[in-house]
Protein backbone atom coordinates (compact mmCIF):
# COMPACT_ATOMS: atom_id res chain seq x y z
CA UNK A 1 0.00 0.00 0.00
CA UNK A 2 1.55 3.09 -0.82
CA UNK A 3 1.30 6.71 1.80
CA UNK A 4 -0.31 9.90 0.50
CA UNK A 5 1.28 13.00 2.61
CA UNK A 6 -0.35 16.14 2.79
CA UNK A 7 1.74 19.24 3.26
CA UNK A 8 -0.02 22.44 4.91
CA UNK A 9 2.18 25.43 5.70
CA UNK A 10 0.40 27.75 8.72
CA UNK A 11 1.94 30.89 9.48
CA UNK A 12 2.75 31.85 13.21
CA UNK A 13 3.66 35.53 15.01
CA UNK A 14 3.65 36.33 18.23
CA UNK A 15 4.09 40.28 16.55
CA UNK A 16 0.03 41.73 15.17
CA UNK A 17 2.08 44.31 13.68
CA UNK A 18 3.30 41.88 10.92
CA UNK A 19 -0.30 41.73 9.74
CA UNK A 20 -0.84 44.26 6.88
CA UNK A 21 -3.01 47.37 8.41
CA UNK A 22 -6.31 46.14 7.08
CA UNK A 23 -5.62 42.51 8.25
CA UNK A 24 -4.94 44.30 11.98
CA UNK A 25 -8.29 46.25 11.63
CA UNK A 26 -10.09 42.96 10.60
CA UNK A 27 -8.31 41.30 14.08
CA UNK A 28 -9.56 44.31 15.84
CA UNK A 29 -13.07 44.11 14.65
CA UNK A 30 -13.19 40.31 15.24
CA UNK A 31 -12.37 41.27 18.70
CA UNK A 32 -14.98 43.78 19.07
CA UNK A 33 -17.84 41.31 17.43
CA UNK A 34 -16.79 38.73 20.33
CA UNK A 35 -17.66 41.47 23.16
CA UNK A 36 -20.99 41.56 21.39
CA UNK A 37 -21.57 37.49 21.10
CA UNK A 38 -24.68 36.13 22.53
CA UNK A 39 -23.67 33.03 24.63
CA UNK A 40 -24.99 32.53 27.93
CA UNK A 41 -24.70 28.43 27.61
CA UNK A 42 -20.72 28.66 26.60
CA UNK A 43 -19.59 31.63 28.31
CA UNK A 44 -17.02 31.37 25.04
CA UNK A 45 -17.16 34.45 23.18
CA UNK A 46 -15.87 34.31 19.70
CA UNK A 47 -15.92 37.06 16.65
CA UNK A 48 -15.03 36.58 13.42
CA UNK A 49 -14.42 39.25 10.77
CA UNK A 50 -14.24 39.32 6.67
CA UNK A 51 -12.35 41.27 4.35
CA UNK A 52 -14.36 41.43 1.38
CA UNK A 53 -12.81 43.12 -2.55
CA UNK A 54 -15.16 45.39 -2.08
CA UNK A 55 -13.49 46.42 0.80
CA UNK A 56 -16.08 45.76 2.91
CA UNK A 57 -15.61 44.61 6.56
CA UNK A 58 -18.54 42.42 7.95
CA UNK A 59 -18.20 41.00 11.61
CA UNK A 60 -20.23 38.55 13.22
CA UNK A 61 -20.50 36.74 16.34
CA UNK A 62 -21.28 33.23 18.13
CA UNK A 63 -25.53 33.07 18.55
CA UNK A 64 -26.24 30.19 21.01
CA UNK A 65 -29.64 28.67 21.85
CA UNK A 66 -31.59 26.84 24.48
CA UNK A 67 -31.74 23.98 21.83
CA UNK A 68 -27.91 23.47 21.73
CA UNK A 69 -27.68 22.41 18.00
CA UNK A 70 -29.31 25.63 16.70
CA UNK A 71 -26.48 27.84 17.49
CA UNK A 72 -24.19 29.42 15.31
CA UNK A 73 -20.45 29.58 15.16
CA UNK A 74 -18.95 33.40 14.49
CA UNK A 75 -17.67 32.59 11.12
CA UNK A 76 -20.74 31.33 9.27
CA UNK A 77 -22.44 34.36 10.74
CA UNK A 78 -20.39 36.48 9.22
CA UNK A 79 -20.32 34.47 5.81
CA UNK A 80 -23.96 33.72 5.70
CA UNK A 81 -24.61 37.93 6.24
CA UNK A 82 -21.48 38.89 3.90
CA UNK A 83 -22.92 36.28 1.57
CA UNK A 84 -26.41 36.69 1.59
CA UNK A 85 -25.99 40.61 1.32
CA UNK A 86 -23.19 40.56 -1.35
CA UNK A 87 -23.40 37.76 -3.53
CA UNK A 88 -20.71 38.94 -5.94
CA UNK A 89 -18.51 39.98 -3.46
CA UNK A 90 -15.43 37.92 -2.79
CA UNK A 91 -14.29 36.93 0.37
CA UNK A 92 -10.26 37.68 0.69
CA UNK A 93 -9.55 36.98 4.34
CA UNK A 94 -11.06 36.12 7.98
CA UNK A 95 -9.97 37.10 11.36
CA UNK A 96 -11.27 34.66 14.44
CA UNK A 97 -10.75 36.08 18.03
CA UNK A 98 -12.11 34.55 20.92
CA UNK A 99 -12.76 35.49 24.95
CA UNK A 100 -12.92 32.95 27.78
CA UNK A 101 -13.58 34.30 31.11
CA UNK A 102 -9.78 34.95 31.79
CA UNK A 103 -9.93 37.24 28.44
CA UNK A 104 -8.73 36.87 25.09
CA UNK A 105 -7.84 33.07 24.93
CA UNK A 106 -4.29 32.59 24.72
CA UNK A 107 -4.18 30.05 21.94
CA UNK A 108 -5.77 31.10 18.50
CA UNK A 109 -9.03 29.03 18.42
CA UNK A 110 -9.11 27.31 14.93
CA UNK A 111 -12.94 26.91 12.98
CA UNK A 112 -14.83 23.57 13.71
CA UNK A 113 -15.34 21.42 11.10
CA UNK A 114 -18.66 22.90 9.71
CA UNK A 115 -17.11 26.35 9.26
CA UNK A 116 -14.30 24.99 7.54
CA UNK A 117 -16.37 23.26 5.22
CA UNK A 118 -18.32 26.63 4.66
CA UNK A 119 -15.70 28.68 4.28
CA UNK A 120 -14.68 26.15 1.37
CA UNK A 121 -17.79 26.47 -0.08
CA UNK A 122 -16.84 30.32 -0.43
CA UNK A 123 -13.42 30.02 -1.46
CA UNK A 124 -15.01 27.18 -4.27
CA UNK A 125 -17.38 29.70 -5.26
CA UNK A 126 -15.31 32.64 -5.65
CA UNK A 127 -12.25 30.80 -7.22
CA UNK A 128 -10.43 32.62 -4.83
CA UNK A 129 -8.51 31.49 -1.78
CA UNK A 130 -9.32 33.23 1.83
CA UNK A 131 -6.63 34.17 4.14
CA UNK A 132 -7.68 32.70 7.87
CA UNK A 133 -6.27 35.02 10.25
CA UNK A 134 -6.74 32.90 14.02
CA UNK A 135 -5.85 35.23 16.69
CA UNK A 136 -4.77 34.27 19.81
CA UNK A 137 -2.76 36.51 22.96
CA UNK A 138 -0.10 34.46 22.51
CA UNK A 139 0.54 34.11 18.85
CA UNK A 140 -1.56 34.42 15.96
CA UNK A 141 -1.66 31.75 12.97
CA UNK A 142 -2.37 32.17 9.24
CA UNK A 143 -3.76 29.60 6.89
CA UNK A 144 -2.98 31.11 3.32
CA UNK A 145 -6.25 29.31 2.10
CA UNK A 146 -9.53 27.71 4.03
CA UNK A 147 -8.67 24.53 2.06
CA UNK A 148 -5.53 24.09 4.15
CA UNK A 149 -7.33 23.64 7.17
CA UNK A 150 -9.45 20.86 5.16
CA UNK A 151 -7.87 17.94 3.77
CA UNK A 152 -9.62 15.31 1.89
CA UNK A 153 -12.55 17.75 2.07
CA UNK A 154 -16.12 16.87 0.47
CA UNK A 155 -16.74 19.32 -2.40
CA UNK A 156 -19.30 20.31 -5.56
CA UNK A 157 -16.41 17.79 -8.35
CA UNK A 158 -17.63 14.78 -5.99
CA UNK A 159 -21.53 15.22 -6.60
N1 LIG B 1 -17.55 28.64 18.25
C1 LIG B 1 -17.44 29.57 17.25
O1 LIG B 1 -18.25 30.50 17.14
N2 LIG B 1 -16.42 29.43 16.38
C2 LIG B 1 -15.44 28.48 16.44
O2 LIG B 1 -14.54 28.47 15.62
C3 LIG B 1 -15.48 27.48 17.51
C4 LIG B 1 -16.66 27.51 18.39
C5 LIG B 1 -18.63 28.81 19.22
C6 LIG B 1 -19.72 27.77 19.18
C7 LIG B 1 -20.26 27.86 20.59
O3 LIG B 1 -21.19 28.93 20.67
C8 LIG B 1 -19.05 28.22 21.43
O4 LIG B 1 -18.08 28.74 20.53
C9 LIG B 1 -18.45 27.05 22.21
O5 LIG B 1 -18.18 25.99 21.36
Request: hydrophobic fraction near 35%; proline fraction near 4%; include cysteine.
Amino acid sequence: MKEIQYNISIKSTTNIGELNAKEQELVQRAQNAANRAYAPYSQFKVGACLLLDNGLMIEGNNQENASYPCGCCAERTALNYANATYPDAKVSAIAISAFNSQGLVDEPITPCGICRQALLETEMKNRQSIRVIMNGQKHTIIAESASDLLPLAFDDSQL
